[in-house]
């Protein structure tokens, strides 16, 4: 029997870390995802059955979990497998889930896995908003174990932050309208901020919008827009109707200007926006004085002009052509005779499309200290009781933002005045203009009923065309797209993504170069950082979304080639939604047992998204050799394109692939072809290949026949891709820490990053190809690999004359000399003998030891952990860094 003091189930024992956002397509999901780790302790056996009340309580705090189906498939199933008995990691993502559907996110898709990490599960759910994602994660803990315990918590306080950050996070609903419209287009976009600045596009074809501000938008008429006096005296220089009136900085020059246009006038602050201190209408000295101060709140210039009556429209114009018209109305409440005025805001509060600030189609009428000031005006307060049918207004102005509501009116809008406006928009300068009209009638022209323009706005809200009270909802997010991508207009460049095991950098490079030669700019990302052209703009690992973005988010940018690794898919998912070119170039152990990839099988599905997100008109260029990159065929909804290192005839893939006139490339008669079906395509001898080194480097036919492959399937010549390939030579400034070769004293010394069994064996086939008298390896691995595979390195060197064993500066959290330890216990098994090797921890000093004791005809082969500084190391013994 439990107690208060010690129970039997701890609630505590519930830990939850490692909570993040995945913003792209990932291992789970091909959409972004929040993930975390999930701890039980002693929970890990215990179910919701377990636990006595836990249904009970859970139920009464989220009553909207019923409405879950679960695997049941019908509302009611998670409640269901709930009192039956359920896992505490799958109630927390179902928790979760509810949590951020009661802020109004569409979510539902949720998933536990296995770490494959000893008591650790992994949850997965799915995200609109990504703070909004993570908080709930957060709260959905503490109200589980809350619930496990039997502690009062405010699930309804939780939902109201969670609600506030919502609203506080998402899209404006200006800015929210042009994106879905880029999205149906299938225009990517990229959120910039946590607010309304946004990339749509890629590239060189990029373009931003904050709202319904663009990047095509004037800083010189945004100015003017801002200055209503400004803006008033443009528009009366082309002959447009606009009200009488001048700026006063006092109340003695307000008065003087009323003395010239006479009364009714009203107030406006300069330069203040969304209707902030402006007055209604003004009938003598007094009310002026009093609605100066309440002005000058706002600015120390303010507009006096004169009142006009009219009904109030605001026009929207977009690249010079009027898209939307609707009659705004201030915020009001109709009297029903028996309700006071604060009643009847309440009522009219709880219509459903009244939310706060712009989470709703419509705002909540306000009931504050303006809206009492304004009731006082009209001799009213929140306690006055309307008579039935009257109209009280609580705000001056009409924006949408105090409450106000809109009509659509659109098709009534005279001919002519569709003239003024798009004049208007146009002397003032803006691509996006709400032209501000006061006019008793829209379908009579301006001139004919004493109408005026009182305002163009720069940045105009669209949520009064959008979702009008009443009328035709207009969906002139479209014309703010034909604008920034006229049709037939590109809204993205190029993307190549290369993922494998081994060869991904030496592949991205080539096909970098490939399209460099093209005059193209090329940015593409790698192991050892992002390029443009071939200028490093950041060292270190870019093979992860944050880099990607750095390269997508170039507006200089015509083609990018991005190397995509493992550690950053299940890390933060891809940096991108889809690609033209997905390459898949081979799957073998390398990282296993690490965040839950255990498996070759688990490997290979990780690397498979990359296939995965290809476009429909894009190309998946796979490894027909390799029988988990081939099957990754049917995942992918681009074109196939494979490519084959096996001699003519003896790959069936590759050949049942050519008899269905796929394309494909191979080496036929030791010429590098390219293949569509029975044409051939001849590229270049593979002994004239530099990066071959004479045929020597048979690991790297991979790497080539990728990347000629995508250079085809993206247009590039013949002649031109041939060119490329004989161009591009391994050396130390194209390809660092890849196959470089270098002169050192009378014997030559090889420099490579291979770090892996798979890519140490194809490195040590290449090393028994050159003549040498002794062959010495200096060799290492990551600490994070299994022991298998570090003992496994030594096998693979053992056959050298002499190997040196140091270790990464990072050992990945080995102790200092397990490493070594392990790859020294493969070269006994391989059949060193010990006179045949040492260890010698740092790197630095063991090349210099390696060099030191070089010989006439002598190979060393530096397997580097730090590539720059080994290469640097070297050529202090070679002056001239020549290639061999």
């Known amino acids: 029997m439990s107690t208060a003091t010690e129970p039997l189930i701890d609630a505590e024992q519930l830990e939850v870390s490692r909570i993040r956002a995945l913003r792209g397509p990932n291992y789970w999901r091909l ?32 009553p909207t979990l019923a409405e879950h189906h679960c695997t049941r498939q019908e509302p009611g199933g998670f409640l269901e497998r709930l009192r039956e008995g359920t896992h505490l990691p799958h109630i927390l993502e179902h928790v979760a889930l509810e949590l951020q559907s009661l802020t109004g996110s569409d979510v539902t898709f949720g998933r536990v896995v296995p770490s494959g990490d000893t008591h650790t599960w992994w949850v997965i759910v799915a995200y609109e ?41 998402r899209l404006g609903p200006s800015t929210a309208a042009v994106v879905e419209e880029a999205k149906r287009r299938g225009i990517p976009v990229r959120r910039l901020n946590n607010y309304s600045l946004v990339q749509l596009g890629l590239g060189k074809n990029l373009r931003r919008i904050q709202a319904t501000l663009s990047d095509y938008t004037s800083a010189i008429a945004v100015e003017i827009a801002q200055d209503k006096d400004d803006t ?153 009781v309307p008579a039935k049918g009257q109209e009280v207004y609580l705000r001056g102005t009409a924006n949408l933002s105090t409450g106000g509501t809109s009509i659509d009116r659109t098709d009534e809008m005279h001919p002519d005045n569709i003239t003024a406006c798009e004049m208007a928009a146009g002397i003032i300068g803006l691509d996006i203009a709400g032209i501000d009209v006061l006019t008793p009638d829209i379908s009579v022209p301006f001139r004919e009923n004493g109408a005026v323009i009182i305002e163009v706005n720069a940045g105009p809200g669209i949520r009064m065309h959008t979702h009008p009270t009443e009328g035709t909802p207009r969906n002139v997010g479209a014309p703010i797209v034909d604008m920034l991508y006229p049709p037939g207009t590109k809204a993205t460049i190029p993307v190549i993504a290369v993922t494998g095991t081994n060869g991904k950098t030496t592949t991205v490079r080539l096909i970098a170069h490939l399209f460099r030669l093209g005059e193209n700019v090329v940015g593409f990302t790698t192991t050892d950082g992002t390029y443009l052209q071939n200028r490093l703009v950041l060292e270190g690992d870019m093979t992860g979304p944050f880099s990607a973005n750095i390269i997508l988010s170039n507006p200089t940018v015509d083609i990018a080639v991005l190397e995509t690794a493992r550690g950053g898919l299940l890390r933060a998912g891809l940096g991108f939604d889809e690609v033209d070119v997905g390459i898949v170039l081979n799957v073998s152990a390398d990282h296993l047992g690490l965040r839950g990839i255990n498996t070759v099988e688990q490997l290979a599905d990780v690397k498979a998204v990359v296939a995965a997100v290809v476009k429909r008109e894009g190309h998946a260029v796979l490894n027909a050799d390799d029988p988990l990159v081939y099957a990754m065929r049917d995942r992918t909804p681009g074109d196939l394109v494979l490519f084959s290192t096996r001699p003519e005839g003896e790959s069936e893939e590759f050949e049942e692939h050519l008899l269905r006139n796929g394309i494909g490339a191979r080496i036929e008669n030791d ?214």
């Open 31 to 62: 959409a972004p995802v929040i993930a975390c780790d999930v701890q039980l302790g002693t929970l890990e056996h215990v179910s919701s059955a377990d636990i006595p009340g836990f249904y009970e309580r859970l139920t009464e705090a989220l």
């Open 129 to 169: 908003e990504e703070e909004v994602g993570l908080q709930s994660m957060r709260d959905a803990v503490k109200i589980i174990r809350a619930c496990i315990a039997d502690q009062p918590i405010d699930v309804n306080a939780i939902v109201e932050q969670l609600l506030s950050l919502y609203e506080s996070v």
């Open 232 to 384: 008033k005296r443009v528009l009366g220089n082309i002959g447009l109707p606009v009200p009488k009136g001048d700026v006063a900085r006092s109340l003695e020059r307000a008065l003087e200007i009323v003395g010239e246009v006479g009364y009714p006038v009203i107030l406006k602050p300069l330069d203040a926006s969304h209707g902030r201190g402006i007055s209604g209408r003004i009938d003598n000295d007094a009310a002026l004085t009093e609605a100066w101060e309440d002005a000058r709140e706002f600015a120390n210039r303010i507009v006096v002009e004169q009142y006009t009556e009219g009904r109030d429209h605001r026009v929207l114009v977009v690249n010079g052509q009027v898209v939307a018209c609707a009659e705004r109305i201030p915020a009001r409440v109709i009297g029903d005779g028996t309700s006071a005025i604060a009643q009847l805001i309440e009522r009219e509060n709880r219509d459903p499309r009244r939310g706060v600030g712009h989470t709703k189609t419509l705002t909540k009428l306000p009931s504050d200290a303006r809206t009492v000031a304004f009731l006082a005006k009209q001799q009213l307060t929140l306690q006055s």
């Open 671 to 884: 010429t590098f072809v390219i293949r569509r079906g029975r044409l051939r395509i001849p590229i270049a001898p593979v002994r004239e290949v530099p990066l071959m080194l004479g045929g020597a480097a048979r690991f790297q036919q991979q790497n080539i026949l990728a990347a000629i492959a995508t250079a085809y399937v993206q247009g590039m010549r013949y002649d031109d891709i041939r060119a490329g390939l004989l161009s591009f030579f391994p050396s130390p400034s194209l390809t660092p820490g890849r196959l470089n070769l270098m002169r050192v004293q009378n014997g030559r010394v090889l420099v490579d990053y291979a770090h892996n069994p798979a890519a140490i064996r194809g490195l040590m086939d290449f090393v028994q190809s050159i003549d040498a008298t002794r062959r010495t390896a200096l060799v290492t691995a990551p600490g994070d690999r299994r022991d298998e595979d570090l003992r496994e390195v030594g096998r693979l060197v053992a056959h050298l004359d002499y190997v040196i064993v140091k270790e990464d500066m990072e050992r990945r959290g080995r102790e200092k000399g397990h490493i070594a330890e392990l790859i020294v216990d493969g070269l006994m098994d391989g059949g060193m003998s010990e006179n045949q090797y040492e260890v010698i921890y740092t790197e630095a000093e063991a090349i210099q030891h390696a060099l030191g004791r070089m010989k006439d005809n002598d190979l060393v082969v530096i397997l580097a952990d730090d590539v720059k500084a080994s290469i640097e190391c070297v050529r202090k013994y070679s002056p001239d860094g020549a290639r061999s």
